[in-house]
């Protein structure tokens, strides 16, 4: 648990960060350097940006897509920064998706995955290997109260998620959950009816037995407001709530409670799922409070509760380990991914011997979950966490950056909201203040496309597209974010220029 944050983290305490003057990068004429690093990439040897392209158009899921009107090019990655195929090194602050934790091609991590590679890959778990028990066991300890237990080790967040509901309805013999809308929980046929984002679903009858419940945001939803939210950033709008007892969250869980009362069977509910704060979403953090008295609720309907960690978890929050802690609530199950394997494709789902023992009404088996590298991978990951110290490390900083950024809407029409808690960040582009309305798509692109080319690489989510989504590795420092951040405000000079 983080207790306290010396100055020395505010500055970054990674052992292997950038330390040295190698090359500086001034993009453009009023920006401070890029802070040094004395890593080399290796020079590009592959095939050029051309063939790339020509090859992804004929070969490649037509549905993929990039980043960018100029897309990068990427080539290699070092902790907090990445190099592209000209040697040109950027800024990471989206981490993969929010799935790079402790750093890309962290030296711990690159050489746990090498030396278990030289030994043993794969057999799946029908014969014992130590790496899968060593790993099940100290990930299982990061879990409080029955949660400590029994651990599922899947390949993506969309596979725990995926076996979660599943194991939600198994136990309770309730087929119809509720998830939040604005919420993603991962896009296969199974989980479409749990993803709540249009722009995630397609017109087909998947994802039965799942209703929606009203999102809610403190930002754009109906009610919220200055003290709605646990972030150094607050929504700008009126609130008669006093510090400490908020209305909005009330009327919010009176939501949930509606949708139990007309669209459960019998007022009974399988499964509640959330995020504590929403990822694809566009960051948005949940009212203060809201997930302990939604649990109650979902609990006397007979329903099981269940924290997707996937974005939120391992220290991503600062103050705590987990997402939901910072809700003051403990789920009945947990599902994670992304961070937990820095990159390797990996999940997991935590639950207690009771609810675990669903699974065993027939054969459950994931062929390459737990597989020796993974496992050993996961390991180096904890590790590196904690000794790292990198959970004090997103409090500072990100708390921080959360700051920094919180300036900007003084300064320009278009913030219309700052958010989020550690290094789980959203930034909302607004096209006025007063109405909330979305930014437009093309100048919500401008503004993007300009922090990219600056060497800032940033996400972006929300179902308009409008919300800048700040996520980077867990071993960003304050040099990274005062550079990120001058870059952003040129961004958007430049974007108020045009008006």
Known sequence: MFRSVSGRLLQGVCNH?????????????????????????????????????????????????????EPVYIHQGHMQYLWDVSGKRYVDLFAGIVTVSVGHCHPTVVAAAGKQMKKLWHTTNIYL???????????????PGNLKVVV?????????????????????????????????????????????????????????????????????????????RDSPAQPQRPCDCAKGQCVACDNYVDQVED????????????????EAIQG????????????????????????LCIADEV???????????????????????????????????????????????????????NTFGGNPVASAVGLAVLE???KEKTQALCAAVGTYFIKELDKLRSEFEVVGDVRGKGLMIGLELVKDKATRAPLPADEVASIWEDTKNMGVLIGKGGLYGNCLRIKPPMCITKEDVDYSMAVIRVALQNHASKK
């Open 280 to 303: 694809v979403g566009g960051s948005v953090q949940l009212p203060d409070g809201y997930l302990k008295k939604v649990y109650e609720k979902i609990r006397a309907a007979g329903g």
């Open 259 to 274: 949708v139990l009362r007309y669209s459960m069977p019998k007022g009974r509910v399988g499964a509640f799922i959330a």
């Open 152 to 228: 599922y080790l899947t390949n993506s967040g969309s596979e725990a998620n995926d076996l979660a509901v599943l194991m939600a309805r198994m136990y309770t013999g309730v087929f119809d959950c509720i998830s939040l809308r604005n919420g993603y929980h991962g896009a296969s046929p199974y989980l479409m009816g749990v993803t709540a984002l249009s722009t995630w679903r397609y017109n087909s009858p998947t994802g039965f037995g799942f209703q929606n419940a009203m999102n809610p945001d403190p930002y754009r939803g109906p009610w919220g407001g200055k003290h709605c």
């Open 129 to 143: 290997h130590p790496k899968i028990h060593e790993y099940a066991e100290q990930l299982a300890a990061k879990l």
């Open 17 to 69: 960060q950038c330390k040295s003057a190698a090359a500086s990068t001034s993009t453009v004429n009023g920006l401070p350097d890029m802070p040094p690093c004395d890593f080399k990439p290796d020079k590009h040897q592959g095939p050029d940006l051309k063939s790339v392209l020509a090859t992804r158009k004929s070969n490649l899921n037509p549905a993929l897509f990039t980043f960018y009107k």
């Open 384 to 386: 590196v966490i904690e």
């Open 311 to 365: 974005q939120t978890g391992f220290g991503r929050m600062g103050s705590h380990y987990w997402g939901f802690e910072t809700q003051g609530v403990v789920p009945d199950i947990v599902t994670m991914a992304k961070g937990i394997g820095n990159g390797f494709p990996m999940g997991a789902v935590v639950t207690t011997p009771e609810i675990a023992q669903t699974m065993g009404k027939a054969l459950h088996f």
